[in-house]
């Protein structure tokens, strides 16, 4: 027996359902694929943002992701955040990482990410950011981020997001 589905079913699934897909992104250059390359929204003023990505390596020699760059702000950093002895440290991590082959390395919440320092554009969610990010072999690799919703809105002036303590 056929199965007939009401048309608002139909009308939902594509409304609603197409959105989600949207932050789906995947870019692949030579043998390096990036998935999910976002900021999250910053408060206006903000002199700093966090971007997260899966950087994916499908080649048959280590990559490192030596740094990034962008006209979003005047410095990139990749940092690690980590709990150690019940304490949240960030630390900047100079030397880049390394991406195995067949290896995804996810930069995100709590863990590896990439830090933007002196903001000179305000991160709203709904825009794009083209971030170089470079690559010990595949050299600049030009990515758009797209910027998602804050994970935390402030809730006065005083929350506002500025990173100078860690």
């Known amino acids: 027996m056929e199965q007939k589905y009401p ?3 139909i009308l939902f699934l594509f409304f609603f359902a197409t959105p989600l897909t949207s932050f ?11 998935v999910k390359p976002h900021l999250r929204e910053a408060p206006p003023s903000a002199t700093v943002a966090a971007g997260y990505l899966k950087i994916k390596n499908n080649g048959n020699e280590p990559e490192t992701l030596l ?3 962008s006209t979003l702000s005047k410095t990139i950093e990749i940092h690690e955040m980590k709990i150690e002895n019940e304490i949240m440290k960030m630390r900047e991590v100079p030397e880049g990482l390394t991406i195995n082959p067949g290896q995804i ?5 709590g863990g590896y990410h990439l830090m933007f320092f002196h903001l000179v554009k305000q991160v709203k969610q709904g825009d794009t950011h083209e971030i ?13 981020f ?21």
């Open 146 to 166: 797209k910027v998602w919703e804050a994970l935390h809105k402030p809730q006065n002036h005083s929350e506002d997001l500025n990173h100078h303590n860690h």
């Open 67 to 69: 740094g990034a760059s």
């Open 132 to 144: 170089k990010l470079n690559f010990k072999k595949s050299g600049e690799i030009l990515v758009p």
């Open 24 to 34: 789906s992104h995947e870019y692949t250059f030579g043998f390096i694929s990036i």
């Open 7 to 9: 048309r608002y079913l």
């Open 105 to 109: 390395l996810e930069l995100k919440t």
